[in-house]
T-cell receptor, first 117, second 110 residues
Framework: AQTVTQSQPEMSVQEAETVTLSCTYD???????LFWYKQPPSRQMILVIR??????QNATENRFSVNFQKAAKSFSLKISDSQLGDAAMYFC??????????????FGKGTKLSVKP | DAGVTQSPTHLIKTRGQHVTLRCSPI?????VSWYQQVLGQGPQFIFQ???????GRGNFPDRFSARQFPNYSSELNVNALLLGDSALYLC?????????FGSGTRLTVV
């Protein structure tokens, strides 16, 4: 069974600084997706960034980038120039690429990110 | 363009009661999934429906059931509520790519 582990329950960063959130996963599959979701107090899960396992290049979305290490099964999220609005719960998630009806998401337990002004 | 809408936003029920949660996907999205998020945890997969058929089920008891209607909206039903069913229930829809989540229904069982 696939599992996703986030070992940092809480992280804190100073506004405008850079922070890295860690995620490891376990799977025997070779083709899958990895995601980072943000959940603010409004509760809605918002997709931050997606990585396809078959792509060697790390995904980047504006201030957000990932460090995808497939052999190590590691998938960290780097937030540059942190802003107050980045404060939220961040969840790492995994999904098989070829599965019936896309397959379900498997989430980690989350990391609560605080941003200090 | 409306996102994924869930109703109600909050709900309080008594142990043993039944509850129905509703989800309207983004227009054109044919797949709807349900997740349970207990306080302090990540969401856990409950069901996935595609074109009105169940395509996946997580490790939840038979007290949990769901269905999808011809307009692709969906209902999640939970019978014989337990205190442990208190959680945020999230609905997500997709067309074939990424999932878009609603803001969830906060269910409290007392």
């Amino acid at each position: 069974a696939q599992t996703v582990t986030q070992s940092q329950p809480e992280m804190s960063v100073q506004e405008a600084e850079t922070v890295t959130l860690s995620c490891t996963y376990d799977t025997s599959e070779s083709d899958y997706y990895l995601f980072w979701y943000k959940q603010p107090p409004s509760r809605q899960m918002i997709l931050v960034i997606r990585q396809e396992a078959y792509k060697q290049q790390n995904a980047t979305e504006n201030r957000f980038s990932v460090n995808f290490q497939k052999a190590a099964k590691s998938f960290s999220l780097k937030i540059s120039d942190s802003q107050l609005g980045d404060a939220a719960m961040y969840f790492c998630a995994y999904r098989m690429r070829f599965a019936g009806s896309q397959g379900n998401l498997i989430f980690g337990k989350g990391t609560k990110l605080s941003v200090k002004p | 363009d409306a996102g994924v809408t869930q109703s109600p936003t909050h709900l309080i029920k008594t142990r043993g009661q039944h509850v129905t949660l509703r989800c309207s996907p983004i227009s054109g999205h044919k797949s709807v999934s349900w997740y349970q998020q207990v306080l302090g945890q990540g969401p856990q997969f409950i069901f996935q429906y595609y074109e009105k058929e169940e395509r996946g089920r997580g490790n939840f008891p038979d007290r949990f059931s769901a269905r999808q209607f011809p307009n692709y909206s969906s209902e999640l039903n939970v019978n014989a509520l337990l205190l442990g069913d208190s959680a945020l229930y999230l609905c997500a829809s997709s067309l074939g790519g990424d999932y878009t989540f609603g803001s969830g229904t906060r269910l409290t069982v007392v």
